[in-house]
Protein backbone atom coordinates (compact mmCIF):
# COMPACT_ATOMS: atom_id res chain seq x y z
CA UNK A 1 0.00 0.00 0.00
CA UNK A 2 1.20 3.59 -1.14
CA UNK A 3 2.33 6.02 1.72
CA UNK A 4 0.60 9.19 1.70
CA UNK A 5 2.52 12.62 1.02
CA UNK A 6 3.80 13.56 4.06
CA UNK A 7 2.86 17.32 4.97
CA UNK A 8 4.05 19.85 7.38
CA UNK A 9 1.53 20.42 10.27
CA UNK A 10 -1.29 23.10 9.22
CA UNK A 11 -2.28 24.02 12.91
CA UNK A 12 -1.14 27.31 14.16
CA UNK A 13 1.27 26.95 17.09
CA UNK A 14 0.03 27.91 20.59
CA UNK A 15 2.74 29.99 22.52
CA UNK A 16 3.47 27.42 24.88
CA UNK A 17 6.84 26.26 25.31
CA UNK A 18 5.99 22.77 24.98
CA UNK A 19 4.29 22.82 22.26
CA UNK A 20 6.80 24.98 20.39
CA UNK A 21 9.28 21.93 21.11
CA UNK A 22 6.92 19.46 19.56
CA UNK A 23 6.10 21.39 16.28
CA UNK A 24 9.45 22.10 15.58
CA UNK A 25 10.22 18.28 16.17
CA UNK A 26 7.35 17.54 13.33
CA UNK A 27 8.63 20.38 11.07
CA UNK A 28 12.05 19.09 11.16
CA UNK A 29 11.08 15.56 11.12
CA UNK A 30 9.14 16.29 7.99
CA UNK A 31 12.02 17.62 6.57
CA UNK A 32 14.27 14.96 7.15
CA UNK A 33 11.29 12.46 5.75
CA UNK A 34 10.92 14.14 2.36
CA UNK A 35 14.65 14.82 1.98
CA UNK A 36 14.97 10.79 1.95
CA UNK A 37 11.96 9.90 -0.13
CA UNK A 38 12.87 12.51 -2.90
CA UNK A 39 12.00 10.69 -5.89
CA UNK A 40 8.93 8.86 -4.11
CA UNK A 41 7.38 12.09 -2.65
CA UNK A 42 8.31 13.62 -6.31
CA UNK A 43 6.59 11.11 -8.28
CA UNK A 44 3.66 11.57 -6.06
CA UNK A 45 3.14 15.49 -6.40
CA UNK A 46 3.24 14.91 -9.83
CA UNK A 47 0.74 12.21 -9.97
CA UNK A 48 -1.17 14.12 -7.89
CA UNK A 49 -1.09 17.50 -9.61
CA UNK A 50 -1.89 15.60 -12.90
CA UNK A 51 -4.77 13.47 -11.62
CA UNK A 52 -6.45 16.47 -10.04
CA UNK A 53 -6.48 18.47 -13.14
CA UNK A 54 -6.83 15.54 -16.05
CA UNK A 55 -9.54 17.53 -17.42
CA UNK A 56 -8.59 20.85 -17.62
CA UNK A 57 -8.44 22.25 -21.05
CA UNK A 58 -4.17 22.84 -21.27
CA UNK A 59 -3.84 19.19 -20.54
CA UNK A 60 -6.34 17.84 -23.17
CA UNK A 61 -4.85 20.27 -25.71
CA UNK A 62 -1.94 17.97 -25.26
CA UNK A 63 -3.48 14.93 -25.20
CA UNK A 64 -2.34 13.92 -21.91
CA UNK A 65 -5.52 11.65 -21.70
CA UNK A 66 -5.67 11.45 -18.30
CA UNK A 67 -2.15 9.98 -17.83
CA UNK A 68 -0.18 10.73 -14.13
CA UNK A 69 2.88 9.24 -14.83
CA UNK A 70 6.71 11.21 -14.95
CA UNK A 71 7.27 9.08 -18.69
CA UNK A 72 4.16 10.51 -20.89
CA UNK A 73 4.06 13.44 -19.10
CA UNK A 74 7.65 14.18 -20.55
CA UNK A 75 6.97 12.64 -23.71
CA UNK A 76 3.70 14.91 -24.28
CA UNK A 77 3.67 17.82 -22.45
CA UNK A 78 6.24 20.74 -23.64
CA UNK A 79 8.53 22.65 -21.61
CA UNK A 80 7.69 26.50 -21.68
CA UNK A 81 8.14 30.26 -21.21
CA UNK A 82 5.71 32.94 -19.88
CA UNK A 83 4.96 34.12 -23.83
CA UNK A 84 3.74 30.60 -24.72
CA UNK A 85 0.26 30.40 -22.29
CA UNK A 86 0.16 34.40 -22.21
CA UNK A 87 -2.96 33.54 -24.44
CA UNK A 88 -4.49 31.81 -21.88
CA UNK A 89 -3.31 33.32 -19.08
CA UNK A 90 -5.22 36.79 -20.83
CA UNK A 91 -8.13 34.55 -21.11
CA UNK A 92 -8.60 34.15 -17.47
CA UNK A 93 -7.72 37.81 -16.61
CA UNK A 94 -10.51 38.70 -18.62
CA UNK A 95 -12.88 36.23 -17.08
CA UNK A 96 -13.07 33.69 -18.80
CA UNK A 97 -13.84 30.68 -15.93
CA UNK A 98 -13.54 27.69 -17.63
CA UNK A 99 -11.31 25.47 -16.19
CA UNK A 100 -7.96 26.24 -18.58
CA UNK A 101 -5.20 25.21 -16.19
CA UNK A 102 -6.49 24.16 -13.17
CA UNK A 103 -9.76 21.99 -11.51
CA UNK A 104 -9.65 24.68 -8.86
CA UNK A 105 -10.68 28.38 -9.70
CA UNK A 106 -7.73 31.07 -9.96
CA UNK A 107 -8.21 33.21 -7.17
CA UNK A 108 -5.96 35.78 -7.66
CA UNK A 109 -2.81 36.91 -10.34
CA UNK A 110 0.12 37.35 -8.48
CA UNK A 111 2.50 39.78 -10.40
CA UNK A 112 5.94 38.30 -11.18
CA UNK A 113 9.34 40.68 -10.62
CA UNK A 114 9.90 39.62 -14.13
CA UNK A 115 8.58 40.79 -17.41
CA UNK A 116 7.15 40.01 -20.73
CA UNK A 117 7.14 42.81 -23.05
CA UNK A 118 7.39 45.42 -20.54
CA UNK A 119 4.64 44.47 -18.03
CA UNK A 120 4.77 42.15 -15.18
CA UNK A 121 4.01 38.69 -15.95
CA UNK A 122 0.71 37.55 -14.43
CA UNK A 123 0.86 34.20 -12.13
CA UNK A 124 -2.39 32.44 -11.63
CA UNK A 125 -2.76 30.94 -8.48
CA UNK A 126 -5.54 29.23 -6.12
CA UNK A 127 -6.35 29.64 -2.69
CA UNK A 128 -4.25 26.19 -1.84
CA UNK A 129 -1.12 27.89 -2.54
CA UNK A 130 -1.09 30.50 -0.33
CA UNK A 131 -1.27 27.88 2.64
CA UNK A 132 1.63 26.17 1.06
CA UNK A 133 3.92 29.31 1.12
CA UNK A 134 3.15 30.05 4.59
CA UNK A 135 3.60 26.22 5.78
CA UNK A 136 7.27 26.14 4.04
CA UNK A 137 8.06 29.82 5.81
CA UNK A 138 7.16 27.90 9.05
CA UNK A 139 9.70 25.22 8.19
CA UNK A 140 12.20 27.69 7.80
CA UNK A 141 11.36 29.15 11.20
CA UNK A 142 11.70 25.66 12.91
CA UNK A 143 15.08 25.49 11.04
CA UNK A 144 16.38 28.82 12.29
CA UNK A 145 14.86 27.92 15.81
CA UNK A 146 17.35 25.06 16.49
CA UNK A 147 20.33 28.02 15.86
CA UNK A 148 18.55 30.66 18.01
CA UNK A 149 17.20 29.48 21.17
CA UNK A 150 14.14 31.14 22.91
CA UNK A 151 13.26 32.65 19.20
CA UNK A 152 9.84 32.63 20.30
CA UNK A 153 10.50 34.69 23.11
CA UNK A 154 10.87 37.64 21.30
CA UNK A 155 9.67 39.48 18.51
CA UNK A 156 10.68 40.72 15.17
CA UNK A 157 11.15 43.74 14.31
CA UNK A 158 10.41 43.66 9.94
CA UNK A 159 9.77 46.58 7.84
CA UNK A 160 7.39 45.37 5.48
CA UNK A 161 4.75 47.53 3.01
CA UNK A 162 2.05 46.13 0.46
CA UNK A 163 2.48 47.25 -3.04
CA UNK A 164 0.00 49.17 -5.38
CA UNK A 165 -2.72 46.56 -7.24
CA UNK A 166 -4.95 46.23 -9.56
CA UNK A 167 -7.96 44.37 -10.77
CA UNK A 168 -7.80 42.37 -13.84
CA UNK A 169 -10.57 43.10 -16.79
CA UNK A 170 -12.13 39.90 -15.05
CA UNK A 171 -12.53 41.26 -11.89
CA UNK A 172 -9.52 39.32 -10.01
CA UNK A 173 -6.47 40.78 -8.13
CA UNK A 174 -3.31 41.34 -9.67
CA UNK A 175 -0.79 41.91 -6.88
CA UNK A 176 2.93 40.83 -5.92
CA UNK A 177 3.48 37.64 -3.96
CA UNK A 178 3.74 39.25 -0.62
CA UNK A 179 0.97 41.54 -0.97
CA UNK A 180 -0.99 38.93 -1.47
CA UNK A 181 0.31 37.26 1.62
CA UNK A 182 0.21 40.22 4.13
CA UNK A 183 -3.72 40.77 2.76
CA UNK A 184 -4.40 37.04 3.12
CA UNK A 185 -6.59 35.47 6.02
CA UNK A 186 -3.53 32.92 6.54
CA UNK A 187 -1.33 35.63 7.99
CA UNK A 188 -3.64 37.42 10.28
CA UNK A 189 -4.23 33.71 11.79
CA UNK A 190 -0.69 33.04 11.58
CA UNK A 191 0.29 35.48 13.99
CA UNK A 192 -0.95 33.50 16.80
CA UNK A 193 2.51 31.71 16.03
CA UNK A 194 5.15 32.91 18.50
CA UNK A 195 6.95 33.42 15.16
CA UNK A 196 4.93 35.72 13.92
CA UNK A 197 5.14 37.95 16.68
CA UNK A 198 6.42 41.56 15.43
CA UNK A 199 6.67 44.74 16.42
CA UNK A 200 4.77 46.23 13.95
CA UNK A 201 0.82 46.04 14.20
CA UNK A 202 -1.10 44.53 10.96
CA UNK A 203 -2.78 48.28 10.26
CA UNK A 204 1.26 49.87 9.82
CA UNK A 205 2.15 47.03 7.16
CA UNK A 206 -0.99 47.27 5.40
CA UNK A 207 -0.83 51.37 5.03
CA UNK A 208 -0.01 51.89 1.43
CA UNK A 209 1.43 55.29 1.97
CA UNK A 210 5.00 54.45 2.01
CA UNK A 211 6.52 57.49 4.30
CA UNK A 212 3.62 56.29 6.64
CA UNK A 213 4.01 52.70 6.43
CA UNK A 214 7.87 53.22 7.19
CA UNK A 215 7.50 55.75 10.21
CA UNK A 216 4.98 53.91 12.08
CA UNK A 217 6.87 50.65 11.92
CA UNK A 218 10.14 52.27 12.89
CA UNK A 219 8.47 54.28 15.96
CA UNK A 220 7.16 50.70 17.29
CA UNK A 221 10.34 48.93 16.88
CA UNK A 222 12.48 51.88 18.33
CA UNK A 223 9.80 51.56 20.90
CA UNK A 224 10.05 47.64 21.12
CA UNK A 225 13.96 47.57 21.36
CA UNK A 226 14.46 44.87 23.89
CA UNK A 227 12.23 42.88 22.54
CA UNK A 228 13.94 42.42 19.35
CA UNK A 229 15.38 39.23 18.57
CA UNK A 230 15.28 39.34 14.83
CA UNK A 231 15.32 42.57 12.24
CA UNK A 232 14.51 42.03 8.45
CA UNK A 233 12.44 42.62 5.42
CA UNK A 234 12.06 40.79 2.11
CA UNK A 235 15.06 42.10 0.26
CA UNK A 236 18.54 43.33 1.63
CA UNK A 237 17.89 46.60 -0.61
CA UNK A 238 14.51 47.50 1.67
CA UNK A 239 16.22 46.76 5.06
CA UNK A 240 18.67 49.28 4.51
CA UNK A 241 16.18 51.87 2.82
CA UNK A 242 14.84 51.65 6.66
CA UNK A 243 18.62 52.66 8.04
CA UNK A 244 18.46 55.58 6.17
CA UNK A 245 15.05 56.34 6.56
CA UNK A 246 15.85 56.37 10.62
CA UNK A 247 18.90 58.55 9.77
CA UNK A 248 16.75 61.19 8.26
CA UNK A 249 13.83 61.20 10.24
CA UNK A 250 15.34 60.00 13.77
CA UNK A 251 14.73 63.14 15.51
CA UNK A 252 11.03 63.25 15.06
CA UNK A 253 10.72 60.12 16.19
CA UNK A 254 12.63 60.84 19.23
CA UNK A 255 9.82 63.18 20.27
CA UNK A 256 6.92 60.90 19.41
CA UNK A 257 8.96 58.43 22.40
CA UNK A 258 9.73 61.09 24.12
CA UNK A 259 5.87 62.73 24.25
CA UNK A 260 4.25 59.52 23.66
CA UNK A 261 2.17 60.90 20.62
CA UNK A 262 2.31 59.89 16.71
CA UNK A 263 3.44 62.71 14.37
CA UNK A 264 0.73 64.35 12.94
CA UNK A 265 2.16 63.74 9.27
CA UNK A 266 0.42 60.21 10.16
CA UNK A 267 -2.44 61.15 9.43
CA UNK A 268 -4.29 57.32 8.53
CA UNK A 269 -6.41 56.77 11.37
CA UNK A 270 -5.92 52.88 11.94
CA UNK A 271 -2.27 53.34 11.48
CA UNK A 272 -2.63 55.76 14.47
CA UNK A 273 -4.47 54.06 16.26
CA UNK A 274 -2.43 50.91 16.45
CA UNK A 275 0.51 52.78 17.04
CA UNK A 276 -1.03 54.25 20.04
CA UNK A 277 -2.06 51.09 21.59
CA UNK A 278 1.65 50.28 21.93
CA UNK A 279 3.25 53.75 22.62
CA UNK A 280 3.77 55.69 25.75
CA UNK A 281 5.95 58.24 26.86
CA UNK A 282 9.24 57.49 27.56
CA UNK A 283 11.66 60.11 27.89
CA UNK A 284 14.92 58.52 28.91
CA UNK A 285 14.39 55.89 25.65
CA UNK A 286 14.07 58.81 23.81
CA UNK A 287 17.03 60.31 24.80
CA UNK A 288 19.18 57.03 24.23
CA UNK A 289 18.07 56.57 20.80
CA UNK A 290 18.58 60.44 20.23
CA UNK A 291 22.66 60.17 21.57
CA UNK A 292 23.51 56.86 19.90
CA UNK A 293 21.45 58.90 16.50
CA UNK A 294 23.94 61.86 17.24
CA UNK A 295 26.79 60.31 16.92
CA UNK A 296 29.44 60.53 14.22
CA UNK A 297 29.75 56.83 12.86
CA UNK A 298 26.63 54.94 12.60
CA UNK A 299 28.39 51.74 12.11
CA UNK A 300 26.76 49.05 14.68
CA UNK A 301 24.06 50.91 14.71
CA UNK A 302 21.76 47.82 14.48
CA UNK A 303 23.15 46.16 17.59
CA UNK A 304 23.46 49.77 19.02
CA UNK A 305 19.38 50.24 18.98
CA UNK A 306 18.39 46.51 19.43
CA UNK A 307 21.27 45.53 21.52
CA UNK A 308 19.52 41.74 21.50
CA UNK A 309 19.59 40.88 17.53
CA UNK A 310 20.38 37.78 16.95
CA UNK A 311 20.31 37.96 12.89
CA UNK A 312 19.39 40.04 10.08
CA UNK A 313 17.00 38.15 7.81
CA UNK A 314 17.06 39.16 4.47
CA UNK A 315 17.47 38.14 0.94
CA UNK A 316 21.18 38.58 0.23
CA UNK A 317 21.66 35.71 -2.69
CA UNK A 318 21.93 37.20 -6.64
CA UNK A 319 21.82 40.61 -6.64
CA UNK A 320 21.33 41.20 -3.78
CA UNK A 321 24.80 40.38 -2.59
CA UNK A 322 25.96 43.81 -3.22
CA UNK A 323 24.69 45.26 -0.38
CA UNK A 324 26.17 42.80 1.86
CA UNK A 325 29.15 45.31 2.93
CA UNK A 326 26.36 48.39 4.15
CA UNK A 327 24.49 45.80 5.92
CA UNK A 328 27.86 44.38 7.70
CA UNK A 329 28.50 48.10 8.44
CA UNK A 330 25.30 49.08 10.33
CA UNK A 331 24.67 45.52 12.08
CA UNK A 332 28.37 45.02 13.89
CA UNK A 333 28.50 41.67 11.48
CA UNK A 334 25.12 40.48 12.53
CA UNK A 335 24.88 36.58 10.90
CA UNK A 336 22.59 37.61 7.43
CA UNK A 337 20.20 34.67 7.13
CA UNK A 338 18.74 34.43 3.91
CA UNK A 339 16.24 31.96 5.02
CA UNK A 340 13.54 30.94 2.19
CA UNK A 341 13.67 30.11 -1.72
CA UNK A 342 10.53 31.88 -3.53
CA UNK A 343 9.21 33.30 -6.47
CA UNK A 344 5.59 34.41 -7.83
CA UNK A 345 5.16 30.61 -9.24
CA UNK A 346 5.93 28.73 -6.01
CA UNK A 347 8.17 28.52 -2.87
CA UNK A 348 10.79 26.21 -3.42
CA UNK A 349 13.08 25.59 -0.31
CA UNK A 350 14.60 26.45 3.00
CA UNK A 351 17.76 27.37 3.87
CA UNK A 352 18.99 24.44 6.11
CA UNK A 353 22.15 25.89 7.29
CA UNK A 354 20.87 29.62 7.69
CA UNK A 355 23.64 31.12 9.67
CA UNK A 356 26.14 29.98 6.84
CA UNK A 357 28.20 32.80 5.47
CA UNK A 358 26.20 35.23 2.48
CA UNK A 359 28.51 33.32 -0.09
CA UNK A 360 28.16 29.90 1.11
CA UNK A 361 23.66 30.03 1.23
CA UNK A 362 22.31 26.82 -0.49
CA UNK A 363 18.90 25.86 -0.67
CA UNK A 364 17.07 22.51 -0.11
CA UNK A 365 14.18 22.28 -2.50
CA UNK A 366 11.13 20.85 -0.73
CA UNK A 367 9.97 17.96 -2.83
CA UNK A 368 5.96 18.29 -1.81
CA UNK A 369 5.90 22.13 -2.90
CA UNK A 370 6.07 20.93 -6.91
CA UNK A 371 7.30 18.37 -9.42
CA UNK A 372 10.65 19.74 -10.38
CA UNK A 373 12.96 19.42 -13.32
CA UNK A 374 16.17 20.36 -14.46
CA UNK A 375 17.62 22.11 -17.96
CA UNK A 376 21.54 21.93 -18.13
CA UNK A 377 23.45 24.83 -18.54
CA UNK A 378 26.61 25.74 -19.79
CA UNK A 379 28.93 28.38 -20.04
CA UNK A 380 30.35 29.69 -23.43
CA UNK A 381 33.33 32.27 -22.22
CA UNK A 382 31.69 32.73 -18.92
CA UNK A 383 28.31 33.74 -20.56
CA UNK A 384 25.52 31.21 -19.89
CA UNK A 385 24.32 29.16 -23.14
CA UNK A 386 21.31 27.49 -21.56
CA UNK A 387 18.73 25.16 -23.68
CA UNK A 388 17.08 27.04 -26.36
CA UNK A 389 14.79 30.24 -25.89
CA UNK A 390 12.79 28.92 -28.40
CA UNK A 391 8.82 28.52 -27.97
CA UNK A 392 8.90 25.00 -28.98
CA UNK A 393 11.97 22.68 -28.36
CA UNK A 394 13.16 19.60 -29.85
CA UNK A 395 13.29 16.45 -28.56
CA UNK A 396 16.81 16.40 -28.16
CA UNK A 397 16.58 19.75 -25.70
CA UNK A 398 13.39 18.16 -23.94
CA UNK A 399 15.37 15.00 -23.57
CA UNK A 400 18.06 16.53 -21.66
CA UNK A 401 15.80 17.51 -18.54
CA UNK A 402 16.45 15.86 -15.92
CA UNK A 403 14.51 15.12 -12.32
CA UNK A 404 15.14 16.45 -8.76
CA UNK A 405 17.48 13.15 -7.66
CA UNK A 406 19.55 13.16 -10.94
CA UNK A 407 20.98 16.84 -11.30
CA UNK A 408 24.88 16.18 -10.75
CA UNK A 409 27.29 18.36 -8.20
CA UNK A 410 28.75 21.45 -9.62
CA UNK A 411 26.47 21.14 -12.56
CA UNK A 412 24.29 24.50 -13.33
CA UNK A 413 20.92 24.06 -14.24
CA UNK A 414 17.78 26.02 -14.87
CA UNK A 415 14.71 25.36 -12.44
CA UNK A 416 11.75 24.24 -14.65
CA UNK A 417 8.30 23.27 -12.33
CA UNK A 418 4.51 21.96 -12.20
CA UNK A 419 2.98 23.58 -9.66
CA UNK A 420 -0.83 23.03 -7.87
CA UNK A 421 -1.53 26.22 -9.59
CA UNK A 422 -1.80 25.10 -13.00
CA UNK A 423 1.96 25.76 -14.60
CA UNK A 424 3.04 22.27 -16.31
CA UNK A 425 6.88 22.22 -17.41
CA UNK A 426 7.31 25.61 -16.38
CA UNK A 427 11.13 27.52 -17.13
CA UNK A 428 11.27 29.87 -14.25
CA UNK A 429 14.53 31.50 -15.41
CA UNK A 430 16.49 31.13 -12.30
CA UNK A 431 19.98 29.46 -12.59
CA UNK A 432 21.30 27.16 -10.09
CA UNK A 433 23.97 25.10 -8.71
CA UNK A 434 23.97 21.69 -7.33
CA UNK A 435 25.94 22.36 -4.23
CA UNK A 436 25.24 19.32 -1.73
CA UNK A 437 23.18 17.01 -0.37
CA UNK A 438 20.34 16.84 2.19
CA UNK A 439 19.98 13.27 2.65
CA UNK A 440 19.00 12.16 -1.13
CA UNK A 441 17.80 15.86 -1.53
CA UNK A 442 20.02 17.94 -3.67
CA UNK A 443 20.82 21.50 -1.97
CA UNK A 444 21.40 24.29 -4.73
CA UNK A 445 23.23 27.67 -4.60
CA UNK A 446 21.07 30.76 -7.04
CA UNK A 447 23.57 32.22 -9.31
CA UNK A 448 21.62 34.33 -11.09
CA UNK A 449 18.69 35.63 -13.20
CA UNK A 450 18.45 34.70 -16.48
CA UNK A 451 19.74 37.24 -18.54
CA UNK A 452 19.42 39.79 -15.96
CA UNK A 453 22.15 42.65 -16.29
CA UNK A 454 21.02 45.41 -14.00
CA UNK A 455 18.63 45.15 -10.47
CA UNK A 456 18.54 47.83 -7.73
CA UNK A 457 15.65 46.15 -6.04
CA UNK A 458 12.98 43.49 -7.10
CA UNK A 459 13.84 45.37 -10.87
CA UNK A 460 15.31 43.29 -13.68
CA UNK A 461 16.69 44.85 -16.56
CA UNK A 462 18.01 42.05 -19.44
CA UNK A 463 20.71 43.07 -22.13
CA UNK A 464 17.92 43.50 -24.99
CA UNK A 465 15.69 45.95 -22.38
CA UNK A 466 18.62 48.02 -21.82
CA UNK A 467 19.75 47.96 -25.78
CA UNK A 468 16.08 48.74 -26.86
CA UNK A 469 15.88 52.00 -24.31
CA UNK A 470 19.28 53.55 -25.50
CA UNK A 471 18.24 53.42 -28.91
CA UNK A 472 15.12 55.29 -28.06
CA UNK A 473 16.88 58.01 -26.17
CA UNK A 474 19.34 58.32 -28.71
CA UNK A 475 17.13 60.08 -31.04
CA UNK A 476 17.21 63.00 -28.79
CA UNK A 477 20.58 63.71 -30.11
CA UNK A 478 19.81 63.41 -33.88
CA UNK A 479 19.38 67.61 -33.98
CA UNK A 480 22.51 67.78 -33.12
CA UNK A 481 24.54 65.31 -35.42
CA UNK A 482 25.47 63.22 -32.69
CA UNK A 483 25.41 59.60 -31.50
CA UNK A 484 26.49 56.88 -29.25
CA UNK A 485 29.02 55.09 -30.33
CA UNK A 486 29.49 52.73 -27.18
CA UNK A 487 27.80 52.58 -23.98
CA UNK A 488 27.36 49.98 -20.90
CA UNK A 489 25.94 50.42 -17.07
CA UNK A 490 26.46 50.03 -13.28
CA UNK A 491 23.94 49.56 -10.60
CA UNK A 492 25.03 52.14 -8.31
CA UNK A 493 24.45 51.69 -4.73
CA UNK A 494 26.57 53.45 -3.02
CA UNK A 495 23.66 55.85 -2.30
CA UNK A 496 20.28 54.89 -1.53
CA UNK A 497 17.99 54.26 -3.58
CA UNK A 498 20.22 52.96 -5.31
CA UNK A 499 19.76 53.42 -9.47
CA UNK A 500 21.08 52.96 -12.87
CA UNK A 501 24.37 54.64 -14.15
CA UNK A 502 24.71 54.50 -18.11
CA UNK A 503 28.48 55.92 -19.10
CA UNK A 504 28.01 56.94 -23.28
CA UNK A 505 30.48 57.77 -25.39
CA UNK A 506 29.45 60.31 -28.10
CA UNK A 507 30.43 60.85 -31.55
CA UNK A 508 29.98 64.59 -32.25
CA UNK A 509 29.72 65.48 -35.51
CA UNK A 510 27.79 69.11 -35.52
CA UNK A 511 29.25 71.93 -33.99
CA UNK A 512 26.03 72.76 -32.06
CA UNK A 513 26.62 72.10 -28.49
CA UNK A 514 24.42 69.94 -26.66
CA UNK A 515 22.10 71.52 -23.58
CA UNK A 516 22.44 69.15 -20.30
CA UNK A 517 18.67 69.45 -20.39
CA UNK A 518 19.05 67.09 -23.47
CA UNK A 519 20.55 64.31 -21.77
CA UNK A 520 18.19 64.65 -19.27
CA UNK A 521 15.33 64.20 -21.26
CA UNK A 522 17.83 60.92 -22.49
CA UNK A 523 17.46 59.63 -19.24
CA UNK A 524 13.69 60.05 -18.95
CA UNK A 525 13.41 58.89 -22.64
CA UNK A 526 15.15 55.53 -21.04
CA UNK A 527 12.78 54.99 -17.93
CA UNK A 528 10.14 55.55 -20.04
CA UNK A 529 11.45 52.53 -22.38
CA UNK A 530 12.25 50.69 -19.24
CA UNK A 531 9.28 47.52 -17.67
CA UNK A 532 6.25 48.37 -15.10
CA UNK A 533 8.42 46.91 -12.23
CA UNK A 534 11.54 49.13 -13.05
CA UNK A 535 9.05 52.17 -13.21
CA UNK A 536 6.74 51.48 -10.01
CA UNK A 537 10.04 51.07 -8.14
CA UNK A 538 10.70 54.75 -9.45
CA UNK A 539 7.41 56.41 -9.34
CA UNK A 540 5.46 54.53 -6.64
CA UNK A 541 7.82 52.45 -4.32
CA UNK A 542 10.25 55.62 -4.33
CA UNK A 543 13.12 51.84 -4.11
CA UNK A 544 15.06 53.21 -7.31
CA UNK A 545 16.35 56.44 -7.77
CA UNK A 546 16.39 58.89 -11.32
CA UNK A 547 18.73 57.65 -13.55
CA UNK A 548 21.90 58.80 -14.38
CA UNK A 549 23.98 59.16 -17.85
CA UNK A 550 27.78 59.97 -17.69
CA UNK A 551 29.06 61.44 -20.66
CA UNK A 552 32.88 60.48 -20.81
CA UNK A 553 35.68 61.11 -23.04
CA UNK A 554 36.63 59.94 -26.68
CA UNK A 555 38.76 56.89 -26.37
CA UNK A 556 37.46 55.64 -23.16
CA UNK A 557 35.76 52.47 -24.32
CA UNK A 558 39.24 51.81 -26.26
CA UNK A 559 41.02 52.02 -22.57
CA UNK A 560 38.33 49.56 -21.68
CA UNK A 561 38.97 47.01 -24.03
CA UNK A 562 42.85 47.73 -23.27
CA UNK A 563 42.44 46.47 -19.64
CA UNK A 564 40.23 43.18 -20.32
CA UNK A 565 43.07 42.23 -23.40
CA UNK A 566 45.79 42.78 -20.12
CA UNK A 567 43.86 40.59 -18.56
CA UNK A 568 43.83 37.49 -21.46
CA UNK A 569 40.87 38.66 -23.73
CA UNK A 570 41.21 38.26 -27.51
CA UNK A 571 40.93 41.39 -29.11
CA UNK A 572 39.37 39.72 -32.25
CA UNK A 573 36.34 38.46 -29.95
CA UNK A 574 36.07 41.07 -27.50
CA UNK A 575 32.45 42.94 -27.10
CA UNK A 576 31.90 45.63 -24.87
CA UNK A 577 29.99 43.94 -21.81
CA UNK A 578 26.76 46.10 -21.33
CA UNK A 579 27.00 45.86 -17.52
CA UNK A 580 30.15 46.31 -15.42
CA UNK A 581 30.20 44.59 -11.50
CA UNK A 582 33.72 45.16 -10.73
CA UNK A 583 35.07 47.95 -9.02
CA UNK A 584 38.43 48.74 -10.91
CA UNK A 585 36.20 48.90 -14.19
CA UNK A 586 34.13 51.31 -12.83
CA UNK A 587 37.03 53.40 -11.61
CA UNK A 588 38.39 53.53 -14.65
CA UNK A 589 35.12 54.63 -16.30
CA UNK A 590 34.65 57.05 -13.72
CA UNK A 591 37.91 58.75 -14.04
CA UNK A 592 37.17 60.06 -17.60
CA UNK A 593 33.47 61.17 -17.34
CA UNK A 594 32.87 65.10 -18.56
CA UNK A 595 29.56 65.26 -17.36
CA UNK A 596 27.11 63.48 -15.52
CA UNK A 597 23.08 63.77 -15.77
CA UNK A 598 19.97 62.95 -14.48
CA UNK A 599 16.45 62.42 -15.23
CA UNK A 600 14.33 65.04 -13.99
CA UNK A 601 10.89 63.59 -13.23
CA UNK A 602 9.87 60.16 -12.46
CA UNK A 603 8.85 58.24 -15.61
CA UNK A 604 4.70 57.42 -15.84
CA UNK A 605 3.33 53.92 -14.02
CA UNK A 606 0.17 52.93 -13.16
CA UNK A 607 -1.18 49.81 -11.64
CA UNK A 608 -1.95 46.62 -13.97
CA UNK A 609 -1.43 46.64 -17.50
CA UNK A 610 -1.79 49.10 -20.16
CA UNK A 611 -4.09 46.84 -22.19
CA UNK A 612 -6.38 47.02 -19.31
CA UNK A 613 -6.90 50.90 -19.81
CA UNK A 614 -6.91 50.47 -23.48
CA UNK A 615 -10.23 48.75 -23.31
CA UNK A 616 -13.95 49.76 -24.07
Not at 117 to 124: A, F, I, Q, Y
Not at 299 to 324: C, E, F, H
Request: proline content about 6%.
Amino acid sequence: MERAIPEASKSPMKATEGSIVEENKKALHFIEEVTTNVDEVQKRVLAEILSQNANVEYLQRHDLNGHTDRETFKKVMPVITYEDIQPDINRIANGDKSPIFCFQSTSEFLTSSGTSGGERKLMPTIQEEIGKRFHLRGLGMSVISQFVPDLEKGKGMYFWSIKSEAKTPGGLPARPVLTSMFKSPYFNNNRFSPYANYTSPTETILCQDSYQNMYSQMLCGLYQRKEVLRVGSPFASGFIRAIRFLEKHWSLLCNDIRTGTVNAQITNLSVRESVMKILKPDPELADFIEAECSKDSWQGIIARLWPNTKYVDVIVTGSMSQYIPTLDYYSNGLPLVSSIYASSECHFGVNLNPFCKPSEVCYTLIPTMCYFEFAPIHRDNGLINSISKSKSLNEKEQNQLVDLVDVKIGQEYELVVTTYSGLYRYRVGDVLRVAGYKNNAPQFCFVCRENVILSIDSDKTDEAELQNAVKNAVHNLIPFDANVVEYTSYADTTAIPGHYVLYWELSLNGSTHIPPSVFEDCCLTIEESLNSVYRQGRASDKSIGPLEIRIVEIGTFDKLMDYFVSLGASPDQYKTPRCLKSAPLVELLNSRVMSRHFSPTCPNWVPGHKQWYNMN
